[in-house]
């Protein structure tokens, strides 16, 4: 891969993750509910997801996905059920008289990391766009390691950088709506992506 080739990779993959999508509100739901960090953890889920399927793509294993298609549409229920779980927790945490967000609470780290990373493995047909999607940058079934290498480094800064983004505004705005009752409603909010969320993945099944 050239320069321009990297560049132009670069420009529209933050193009395609800027889109809003359910990925994006999960991001804003959690950073506004558990603040910047949470946010930071389901952009780490949601960027982990995304290079297991890059990585699957690049190395023209999408075959694999149509012989373990049984395995992948497991894998998608199993995100399904933890996404819905996951909200209607949110639901009943919603009914705590607790005003501070446990912002900093390794479990809430990492079902903020699970949440991410199972809403994006839920989808398994990415690994069919990434493998119609990367060729138009670099020949797949010539590319080296310093090109695979640079199509992961450029999804980790691109996909990353822009959730990233997505969480550090969304904690901002929330910083200012700090009374119990703002709080209470936006927790409740984000239990209902978290279970749309799961229900959109189960509709795609």
Not at 1 to 18: D, G, P, Q
Not at 117 to 122: A, H, I, K, P, V
Not at 138 to 143: E, F, N, P, S, Y
Not at 174 to 183: L, N
């Amino acid at each position: 891969m050239n320069l321009c080739e990297i560049v132009f990779l670069f420009s529209v993959m933050v193009m395609l993750s800027i889109i809003p999508s359910a990925s994006v509100a999960l991001v804003v739901a959690r950073s506004s509910t558990n603040g910047f960090l949470n946010g930071a953890a389901v952009s780490a889920g949601i960027v982990a997801g995304d290079l297991v399927f890059v990585t699957i793509a690049v190395l023209g294993m999408t075959a694999l996905a149509d012989i373990m298609g049984s395995w992948f549409l497991a894998l998608r229920y199993l995100a399904s059920a933890y996404l819905i779980w996951f909200g209607i927790s949110l639901f009943k945490s919603a009914n705590s008289s607790s005003d501070a967000p446990k912002a900093k609470s390794a479990s809430s780290f990492a079902a903020s990391f699970l949440s991410g990373l199972f809403l994006t493995l839920g989808d398994v047909k990415a690994i069919v766009f990434y493998a119609s999607f990367f060729p138009a940058f670099v020949d797949l079934a010539a590319a080296g390691p310093i090109d695979i290498a640079t199509i992961i480094l450029v999804t980790l800064f691109a996909v990353g950088g822009v959730k990233l983004g997505y969480a550090y505004f969304a904690a901002k705005v929330m910083s200012y709506a700090v009374g119990f009752r703002g709080r209470r409603v936006v927790t409740r909010t984000t239990g209902g992506v978290m279970v749309g969320a799961g229900a959109y993945l189960i509709s795609k099944a």
